[in-house]
């Protein structure tokens, strides 16, 4: 059962909504004798946290991670990892006007109906603010990664279509990714997006994205057949987060579409290594990991949140209308890519510690 | 922890190998009281089962269930339903002369990595043969979501894609599926495709598809946010299915290019109740179902196993070449259909326990 | 996997050591739309606190309880409970000139061979202070239970006996209970037990105590064999409790010298309602709960932290001898009654839930 | 969640009624490339089954298993290990006279109430012939854990009490254990346990019994909390067997009137090894075993069904008297040992997975 945890063994339980006084996670099952400073987990939130360019949400969080219990001298202790942060730019005022009006495309109306009250401040639990706890356990589960496999494992996460603009692929730069508020990983269309971000910004409505995932230094074997497969356990773990309405393993849906010829990936033996000449595969074959590079994508719907007005119902089921104020991201897709990245991270060392235990 | 076993109060756990002398599973925390007959699950059965028509493997199974445990007097007992397929027209010998080599889009090479050895006669426990089990298990969760919800429940899946090839899916008709070999819910795709499956066929290679699935009579409230969300465990069922690459739901990896105003559903009180004028959302919002119809599609990738030559390695790091003598089916995703049905079943009654144990 | 969450469906997950910052849990899975006020909690976590009388531990901790999210409106909202208590009388320096030795009777030597590092400074993670959090988690399912079932529903726990001492259980009285420093049921034994224990303390050891729980109640049918039976849920509740080495249902190791005759509780019906002759039983039938009062006992070995002293070995492998300092309990059973019944309480709620889920 | 399941990583799921078609298990989770032969189980399924003195059950089962999956080549794939034992001896019509009655002591009523059906023949799911799928998935476990810990690794239970008649423990003889009909270790008690039961069978009554379980070559560190402690794992196992109403590890309960002194062991440095000089902590510190020999034991119940007249019920709510025909042990605590011992090394190799796993 996992109603709010993650994971089989490197385990995370995230709490908290939107506009309470904090919201938190706890990891379990993490490895001991791993160092780990706040300092690592920070830059991670760094890259999620809003209101670091006018592209995202103004809410102004530092984000700040309390780490409360499970590391000792600088290292893990085997212990659960509880850490905090707290919510500082909760403007619950700006949500009293539509409590009673479910948001389309939100889930007011689910929530309600499912639970019989609703915490309405913010989107209260459904509010893509319980991200940032997942971005801080996928720091811990990246630097006990780092540590175990060694520094070749990586996993970058870039926009690779923002609306109705793609990119080039073949230009994927990881240093250009960091550099542009889009995580947009090929220079040349960096300058478009921004305006076509604006114009979408301007014209009061919101656009959807595709995030790439890419995941390198893999060893062979991850991934545990056939109910806890690596691909079924990523799109899982994509599928949850909040506004993903699709998932991708290597060619993913696009695979319908390819020859058996074009799709199977051929192995040649080079130095004495498996290689394959392609990675349809998206690096999972049967579930298991191949040793290539992990590849997933996912869509992010655009923000439901937007100012043009909107038909809708309220608490009492007549019709009425809606338009948003609050803060809101143009595209929420972006700030999706950390998120997509922690995920990665907590499924990929979930299923080293699983192959651990089970193939030694 | 779950290697085997999906769900998490209705769970089945599969055993069983394409060429041992059965395959199986087991239910667990079905409901008591259940009328279940044997003729129920044959009936789905006989929807997946190879050998059927000229597009589909020549493998010759009845697929019999017997049922060992679990059901007294024509109900269930609420104790686990153990079922027991034996395999029957396993042609080992077909797998002799490919046995050390590691055939190209399969599993063979990551499971000899990861255990150390493998049953290779007919992929054994990699095998599609797998899915048989799932189609029992979601045959007792169809009978009893429609005892629990009533006869208005129904999961339908059909291909809307089989390889380069669509179907116009407004005329989804729901007796069409039934009748042809293709599961095309589109009348007027049927010749096309029949003689565009020759051809794939004849040309020793193979093709992708798509499958999309469609729940009706859905109550809201089912899906437990965050980590058990109905999407997230819809994703994580449908890629467990051998050969998926792609799940979507809704508007899916399309949802990506829509506006705001074009993806979220708008709501109007039609005699006194809620109405969504869309349904990009697929029937989930914040992960839980609005009462919509649940969709969700998923690709298939195309069979591996082609009779056109490829290049691959063998057990000893050497190059060689394979091509697939064995029987085959040319699209794996035409089988792929009450596969998927099955796990939609699965999961929704699930979720339907999971929602009344919390919520009453 | 639960390293340090208990229950299935509502779950707690712990987190914290002795002399970290603060400790806490999250409560998963509770039930939506329960009025639950901060003073229910706190007036469990009083019973358990320390530094009460001269019988328990001098640490002076008011435990006061932050409820971090998941109540809105004073009502659960069925998302995640997240509760913090700080450590606001951690004397860690007590704790210095015993960090390489291996406290006799403590987890010191197994939690270093284990994890390689441990935080010593009062235990770190092995101390019973975690316990607090189960208070917490416990208060909750209490009041989840009373609103389920009904205010006739009730768990109660004493010390019946403590070192050598019994007392005699037919003077059971819940008042009683409440009144006295050692949660004694029978007011006889009050004098002699306060004689006794001044004597263990004033001889610089220490002594151990059963703990009787009696739930009432509860209805018929809670508990999921096989592997889920009520009784053994209890079990490995009361046994996951710090210093816990045995538990006993209904008549327990006692069972062993009955007759057939004598254990098994004849059924009458009276007034149209089945009532046993005895409960031997325990009031669970085949790991289902049969509505008889559910009677379960457990044994806390005495306090390992004695000032006399003993003989250990260091880090380094050396002989050496240890005395301790520290504030500690002369009998750490008394304390353990509030945390017995916290520990009921979370698996009878857990119980009636996943019964719920299953029957309906 | 685990109706039917135990364990968290090496996992077996059983099914099967006592008069249905077939009982059995499927073991999950099993660590690859591990010799297994059907005679290494079959060994321990024969010191189970009934019929083999005059002191247990006159029913004749062979207990033959059946390996349907997860073995090839002789060596376990890491897949699902399906087990299958028929049903040859059942004799239905003995049950057919009582089917309307709840046997005290049974879960005839429990079982009625809570699911609204049972099967009664044999009393079904509840018959401890479900044990003997656990047997077989703990011959599993044993032949796993020697091969990946050595031959030092061993469990042997014994009765240590059959009824009011104790044994010399002093005198513990493992060749004794496997001669004798009451798995005694003394045998200088076995006539005298003899003479006993025969009495207690002639008497038309039944006994209970206490087994100990002792395992040696134990490493250290295995064990998880705080809700995974491997004596709390170890007390769920014991108490999920049929008729158990007690466990206790190492003191046990008796570790209640222990002085502190008494009670912790205190540890010397021989040739530079850690030796503890007592063992009351059963080998397991703050829920992790410590090297010492894990000791456990616990009480079952006497034989329920007895010759003997009893009052009880009907399903009509009627007053009634039964007395029982069938076969029956008249003390089921004697075939309890092989299963005891089953369990213990399914939950030690459980968590000698889950802290490779974890640590490494």
């Not at 990991?289 to 007549?318: C, H, M, W, Y």
């Not at 809606?322 to 890519?337: E, L, N, Q």
Request: glycine residues 10%.
């Amino acid at each position: 059962m996992s109603f709010n945890t993650f994971g089989k063994i490197f385990r995370f339980t995230t709490w908290g909504e939107s506009h309470g006084p904090a919201i938190g996670c706890i990891v379990d099952g993490c490895p001991p004798n791993i160092a780990i400073s706040k300092k690592d987990i920070q830059m991670d939130m760094n890259r999620r946290r809003p209101g670091k360019s006018k592209f995202t949400s103004q809410r102004k969080e530092s984000d700040e991670v309390k780490i409360l219990s499970g590391i000792f001298q600088g290292k893990t202790t085997g212990t659960p990892i509880s850490m905090l942060i707290y919510n500082k730019d909760a403007k619950s005022r700006d949500y009293e006007t539509i409590k009673n009006k479910f948001r389309p495309g939100h889930a007011d109306y689910t929530y309600l109906m499912k639970y019989g009250l609703r915490d309405y401040r913010g989107g209260g639990r459904q509010s893509a603010r319980e991200t940032a706890s997942r971005v801080a356990a996928g720091a811990i589960a990246k630097t006990v990664l780092k540590k175990l496999i060694g520094k070749k494992y990586n996993v970058v996460g870039a926009v690779v279509q923002l609306g109705l603009l793609g990119c080039n692929k073949n230009n994927w730069n990881e240093r250009e990714i960091r550099k542009n508020p889009f995580f947009c990983p090929d220079k040349k269309s960096v300058k478009l997006w921004e305006k076509y971000l604006l114009a979408v910004r301007k014209a009061g409505t919101s656009c959807g994205a595709i995030i790439e995932l890419r995941a390198s230094g893999i060893p062979v074997g991850l991934g545990a057949p056939i109910y806890s497969k690596l691909d079924s356990d990523i799109a899982s773990a994509l599928m949850s987060i909040n506004a993903v309405k699709g998932v991708n393993i290597g060619a993913g849906m696009n695979a319908s579409i390819l020859s058996g010829e074009e799709n199977s990936d051929e192995i040649r033996s080079i130095s004495g290594k498996a290689k394959f000449k392609s990675n349809n595969a998206g690096g999972i074959l049967g579930g298991i990991s191949s040793g290539q590079d992990i590849i997933a994508s996912f869509a992010v719907k655009p923000t439901s949140s937007i100012l043009n007005t909107r038909e809708t119902i309220d608490r009492t089921g007549k019709n009425t209308k809606i338009s948003v104020k609050g803060r809101h991201d143009p595209c929420v897709g972006i700030r999706a890519v950390p998120i997509g990245e922690a995920m990665m991270n907590c499924v990929l060392l979930d299923h080293y510690l699983l192959n651990r235990a089970q193939c030694g």
